[in-house]
């Protein structure tokens, strides 16, 4: 088969994240499978300031109308250190900017030209690539919008789109509608209105031919109120042709075995290189060596979906107890504000760093004792997999993926390697926290987790099968 992967992130931009680790991971899967896959990108500032990536000019361009403009799509090529295929649409006037969505956490004003575009030009792509594309993947807001055009124009790609975080959907003013240059009768409460404004997301969900989330657990919660964002109504008219499929961990980046970012590697029968990982990370960020109570991570993004209204106040109690605490990532600026006070309260014990750092990243895993993933809706659990890979265990609210990927830790039974709460509430994530710092001070029960959890199997050739199913569903006799 052949498929077309659309977003507006993927490597080779250095960012964290599950959208990150799918672009990285499910086209290389998908192409040592046997099957012709290429991903396309808008190609931003900062892949063109990459010393390292040098794509080529491929001479095909294109003038596209947004709205009463018209702008040119330039086409650029490169191939990832396996062969895959990368294209890069260029257009400086919406690329070329110190962030991909926003700065500083405000969006940029003309995010909806900016994505409409970016599938217009994505599909002119498909239209001239050899072989032309059966299947056209999008993934989450940014992409959504390409199915929309596909059906408007009664063009032969099958879609389907992703969505990894139904939180963020793309929602503009109504008179955006105009940039998409469609006819009128899209913009209805079957098309791409809703509550009177234009939203990507919800278009995607309507027009793509399957709808796929990265858990069923998590597909089973966004049909509900308290957690589809308020899509859940369109989710479940459209839930016919909704699936779940659990991402996968990619174990060429991602295995203490092997991983070539870390100072020292190990494995589950013999943990002294994640001994020196940690005394090298605490070192590295000049946090105290000693006592020698658990080093907690937190390595995701600093906004309230992902349990920072639960986390934040809780850092004094948790930061008076024998801890260390390391934080990376970006996002809401009054988290960011309260976790920059509180690492200057506690500066032995605490440090936050905003800007991800993929070496730091992989330290950080393999050096941390317990990560801390106390989202309220967690789609994925993609870094619960990859903490779990390096026997780093997690305490988590028992959301979305989380509940496929980690087993809540029972001493009766002595089963589990995880420390699970069920109530969103702070005081629920205390006493997680509680029962885990209980027993790491039983060193040799908390090796015996950590073995646990590192001997846990999160591959992608599970989903990736699962993801060729679909496909072929699609195609038919054409695979």
Not at 307 to 312: A, I, S, V
Not at 394 to 414: F, K, L, M, N, S
Request: glycine share 8%; proline share 4%; charged share 25%.
């Amino acid at each position: 088969m052949s498929v077309l992967m659309i977003s507006a992130e993927g490597p080779p931009l250095h960012r964290g994240g599950a959208l990150m680790e799918v672009l990285a991971a499910l086209p290389e899967e998908l192409r040592a499978r046997g099957h012709q896959v290429s991903v396309v990108l808008p190609f931003y500032r900062e892949i063109r300031e990459n010393d390292e990536f040098h794509p080529r000019e491929t001479g095909v361009t294109v003038d596209l109308r947004v709205g009463e403009e018209t702008h040119v799509a330039e086409y650029l090529e490169s191939e990832t250190e396996s062969g895959l295929q990368l294209f890069l649409i260029r257009a400086d006037a919406f690329f070329d900017r110190p962030g991909i969505y926003g700065e500083g956490g405000v969006a940029y004003e003309d995010n909806a030209a900016r994505f409409v575009f970016l599938a217009k030009a994505a599909i002119e792509l498909a239209r001239r690539l050899t072989p032309v594309p059966q299947i056209l993947h999008c993934h989450d807001w940014g992409a959504a919008l390409v199915p929309v055009y596909v059906e408007a124009h009664a063009l032969s790609f099958r879609t389907v789109l992703t969505i990894h975080r139904i939180s963020e959907q793309g929602s503009f003013w109504g008179l955006d509608f105009d940039l998409t240059n469609l006819p009128s009768r899209y913009f209805t409460l079957r098309g791409l209105e809703f509550f009177g404004r234009l939203n990507f997301l919800k278009s995607g969900i309507v027009f793509a031919d399957r709808v796929t989330t990265v858990s069923e657990h998590y597909r089973q919660e966004i049909l509900e109120r308290d957690a589809g964002a308020g899509l859940e109504a369109v989710l479940r008219e459209n839930s016919f042709k909704m699936s779940g499929i659990l991402s996968g961990i990619d174990h060429a980046r991602w295995d203490p075995v092997v991983d070539k970012l870390l100072p020292a590697t190990f494995g589950i029968d013999d943990l002294a290189g994640k001994q020196k990982c940690r005394d090298l990370l605490l070192k590295k960020l000049q946090l105290a060596p000693s006592p020698r109570g658990p080093v907690f991570s937190v390595v995701t993004r600093v906004v309230s979906e992902k349990g920072f209204d639960l986390l934040t106040p809780l850092l004094d109690r948790l930061l008076a107890d024998d801890v260390r605490l390391i934080i990376l990532g970006g996002g809401e600026v009054a988290f960011e504000t309260a976790l920059a006070v509180a690492a200057r309260r506690y500066p032995a014990k605490f440090i936050y760093r905003r800007d991800y750092d993929e070496d730091l990243a992989h330290l950080i895993e393999a050096g941390a004792d317990i990560t801390l993933t106390p989202a309220r809706f967690e789609p994925s659990g993609l870094l619960a997999m990859q903490s779990l890979q390096y026997g780093t265990l997690p305490v988590a609210h028992a959301g979305g993926g989380i509940r496929e990927i980690v087993q809540d830790y029972d001493p009766v039974t002595d089963s589990g390697y995880g420390f699970l709460f069920y109530d969103y509430t702070a005081d629920a994530f205390w006493d997680a926290i509680k029962r885990a710092t209980a027993i790491f001070a039983d060193t040799d029960r908390w090796n015996s987790l950590r073995q646990r959890a590192m001997r846990q199997e999160f591959s992608w050739a599970r989903a990736t099968e699962k993801y060729e199913e679909l496909y072929r569903g699609l195609v038919g006799d054409e695979s």
